[in-house]
């Protein structure tokens, strides 16, 4: 039988969480760029449709990545001795 983590600290310490978040980050942008690049062949040659296009996805690739932020932004809880 294993003990239970102690409710006061952090499964995952403030730098780790900011390294695996880092790294989440760059992975999910660089799919997200291919896959932007990608879809962008198959627009219609129309420069309104690609105004929309830019700015959806020009602006769209925060909201996906806001949880992970903060949970990185985390703070550590204090250890209680």
Request: charged letters at 15%.
């Amino acid at each position: 039988m294993s003990p239970s983590p102690n409710p006061a600290r952090p499964l995952i310490p403030a730098r780790l969480r900011k390294l695996i978040g880092g790294l989440g980050i760059m992975v999910f942008l660089t799919a997200y760029v291919v896959i932007a690049t990608t879809l962008y062949d198959y627009l219609p040659d129309n420069r309104a449709v690609h105004l929309l296009y830019f700015a959806v996805v020009g602006l769209g690739w925060g909201l996906p990545l806001m949880p992970l932020m903060s949970w990185m932004g985390k703070a550590d809880k204090p250890v209680v001795r």
